[in-house]
């Protein structure tokens, strides 16, 4: 489909389109017994408002189930400050129906919308709205779909009958700061855990956590443009202060009420919870370090627990997707870091081996766990960046791909899958966006029939990306290089160098896609040679990989996004006296202690949302990676950018939003004081009314307009 405006600039359309995520089907769930898909979906790549649909396996017919514009009369959303911050927390930029839940029928499903609680018969696609006290967060139906359960912004746990008959207050803070039912700040910023409570398979009680964020530090973000506004309160549990206390309890619907006891002084993180038919419920719950952890059982009628497997890990332990989890006959899956490759675990068995990379495990059926994967064995891999799902028999005999053509290494792929029906979602870079074919296993149980193709109605981009993948360097650093469109080496020489990374943990940049690298494309259409490195400590490659920057941001991070622009310049047209670097988050941070430490190298720096204190960032990320402020308070000292401010020799621009709740704008302002303090000049370039994600479309279009100006009179200079 292609763009609605003709005259669109690549930096406008990508703004508005969101990175071109705004049409693209997205969300799948495959109903248990395969009868049906559900996804959300937009009306076009310009309307942002997502609609909940079905798609028939027996047809592959699509149909609206959901609608938010009928359900709303055509009225504007109103989002609590709650839910505008669990979605910052996500990432979450679209607008209607952005999150649903089934029950176990996969008939009934739950979402809200506007603050206020709807179901749809997916059946029929008739939906209707329910009595609920809102605002509120995270619906959830019971499995045999008589009930609804959801979270309020007052703390409360609610459940609601879905014959609109009754709703009540399952469970109640008792004091100020209080939850119920809802994942603290820490689970859903660092530990991808944004839910709170839990249906048991027989829908008679709910596993349901309890936070307290009293003891977390009270931070105040304000607006300066706005000076008559109060500051927005916050609990930020900055690295080395109180977290919040999480608990977790049994609620039955019998009015039980039983405490899930384990080892919270030891183990104060509560990173996963799983409840299905295979067995009691798992807990997967971390030391403060995160260098132990243990998976629990818990006995739902007395909340005792069970250590089921321990971990430790002289770096850190991770936390991943879809596991710990039971197979339908009560097997226990885990990934894990044992013997230095990450591994696939059923039962007592590792089921993967040392040429795979194990992500997350998507899918567990009576025979089979789906699973996503890259090269362990990078040193074989013919490109970087491929992203596969596998099937494997849960005793590892038997190993097919899900990735187009059978192929692993072409593609990033992931999938959905229930009762013989997988939805495979697959992008390459030589096309944009991604491609969602839905089919069913045929009898041998490898080869795929294909049902429908789901439309994507997402915009088609203005630019093309070309990206050409290498291995750099003797540790053979993940790259991809962009040239300018129509560029001749003979005639336009050598080029000024971009580096463009993110460059750190749970940032992977350089993957077989497309629409990733259009950023980085546009940026080499302005005349530059761009670069995106992923060095040691970015994920896909091997625990070890992952680790080394244990207590050490500046050193290895740093050393190989140089080491990858020196090995590339033997290839490719790279003027290596005119370097840049520009990134956002952690990718800021890297840009500039680029200008701070390698001025020999790094010629100017653009650093958005930088961390530039790891004093100043959250518990669970930084004492992760750097451990306690008060136990390394050297080590501290050695990664944070203010020490080395009377070093900057080079143009430095800082972005900054100033709403921006995740990295907070004290982290740019300390910075330029010492900056200043030094007697080195830099530009500093505030935002007013901007979060992390920069979502503004006139905000984020400029940012691109305005970084490639500063670079450009930065190098000629």
Sequence with gaps: MTSDTPADTFPRQYARTLRYTVGAPRSFTVAPDGSRVVFLRSRSGSDRANLLWTLDTATGQEQIAADPVALLGGGEEDLSPAERARRERSREGSAGIVGYALDGSGRLAAFALSGRLFVTDLTTGSARELPAEGPLLDPRPSPDGAYVAYATTAGELRLTRTDGSADWAFAQPDGPGLTWGQAEFIAQEEMSRDRGHWWSPDSDRLLVERADDAPVARWWIADPANPGSAPAEIAYPVAGTDNAEVGLWVLGLDGTRVEVDWDQEAFPYLARVHWSAGGPPLLLVQARDQRSQQILGVDVETGATTVL????????????????????????????????????????????????????????????????????????????????????????????????????FTSVTTAVHAAGVTVRSTAEHGRPGAVVQVGRDLPEGVVVDEIAVIDSYAETPVITARPVFRFAGERRIPAAVFLPTGYDRERDGLLPVLMDPYGGPHGQRVVQAHNPHLNSQWFADQGFAVIVADGRGTPGRSPQWEKSIAFDFVGATLDDQADALAALAAEFPLDLGRVAIRGWSYGGYLAALAVLRRPDVFHAAVAGAPVTDWELYDTHYTERYLGHPAERPEVYAANSLTGYAAGLERPLMIIHGLADDNVVAAHTLRLSSALLAAGRPHTVLPLSGVTHMTPQEEVAENLLLLQVDFIRRALAG
């Design 309 to 408: 497997h321990a971990e430790q890990d002289e770096a850190w332990l991770e936390a991943f997707g879809g596991v710990p989890a039971w197979t339908p006959d009560g097997k226990l899956v885990r990934i894990t870091d044992e013997g230095g490759v990450r591994a696939l675990v059923v039962g007592d068995h590792a089921v993967t081996g040392a040429d795979l990379h194990v992500r997350s495990v998507l899918a567990i059926t009576d025979e089979e766990v789906f699973f996503t994967a890259s090269g362990g064995a990078a040193e074989t891999d013919p490109e970087p960046g491929w992203v596969a799902v596998g099937r494997i028999s849960q005793d590892g005999k038997r190993l097919s791909w899900e990735s187009a053509n059978g192929e692993p």
